[in-house]
């Protein structure tokens, strides 16, 4: 396939992932405030305000938004993993669903996480800072980004086991360099980790961190699965 043909198909499948993002956008408009109740569970009782009139607005197309991506997350997965294909070898596209399939649920089990044990544990920290000499009065947009923007980030920090065994597909790592830059590899997760935690406490962070090294030593396993088979494949073929 010539570039400008890999141009070509790369516009096509940008195309079909915005349409599908759109589609879902606008499925999940009607659902905001459901999507919200959900959402504001993390924080307790605490009730949202709104500060200017276009809050309400911004809040449910941000709502509208967050849960677009998470219902477009599939078909827009399976457009990167169509357009990636050609670049492996075939008996390598078979695992193309798989993937496609594990990608969804270890999001699905970042967000899980996120949801039930990060974000809880932040909020509350967060607000019992403030030692009883403050009352909170949290901002609706305010909340909906850093909670909705939290959960997304943790989300794609799970993925790490895919993305890593795709570029040890594509050849571009190997299972003995994962191994060799670990040190690096801990210290780029405890960073992500300080980063994306909603109250930069140890505790909050550690908790994310811990599963994405396991995920890590993970990836590993499954980068010497890949080549493992591959080698295989190669004297069988010889």
């Known amino acids: ?53 276009m809050e309400p607005f911004l809040v449910r197309f941000k709502l509208a938004l967050y849960g677009g991506v998470l219902l477009a997350l599939p078909v827009i997965l399976f457009e990167v993993m169509a357009f990636l294909s050609p670049a492996l070898k075939k008996n390598e596209r078979k695992y193309t669903v798989v993937v496609m399939a594990m990608l969804v649920v270890f999001f699905g089990v970042g967000v899980v996480i996120g949801y039930y044990f990060i974000l809880p544990v932040g909020i509350k920290w967060l607000l019992n800072i403030a030692g009883g000499q403050m009352k909170p009065v949290i901002s609706a947009s305010e909340y909906v980004t850093f909670a909705g923007w939290f959960m997304l980030a943790i989300g794609i920090a799970f993925e790490t086991p895919m993305f890593i065994w795709m570029l040890v597909a594509l050849r571009v790592l190997t299972p003995e360099q994962l191994r060799k830059q670990w040190r690096w590899a801990y210290l780029v997760i405890l960073v992500f980790s300080a980063i994306i935690t909603p109250d930069w406490s140890p505790v909050t962070m550690l908790l994310v961190a811990i599963p994405m090294v396991i995920l890590y030593e993970i990836s590993i396993l499954l980068a010497k699965f890949t080549v493992r088979k591959r080698s295989a494949a190669a004297e069988a073929a010889g």
């Open 1 to 53: 396939m010539s570039y400008l043909h890999h141009l070509e198909e790369l516009r096509r499948r940008i195309i079909v992932c915005v349409v599908a993002l759109a589609a879902a956008v606008g499925v999940c408009w009607f659902f905001a405030w459901d999507i919200l109740h959900v959402l504001e569970r993390p924080a307790g009782n605490v009730v949202l305000h709104y500060m200017k009139p």
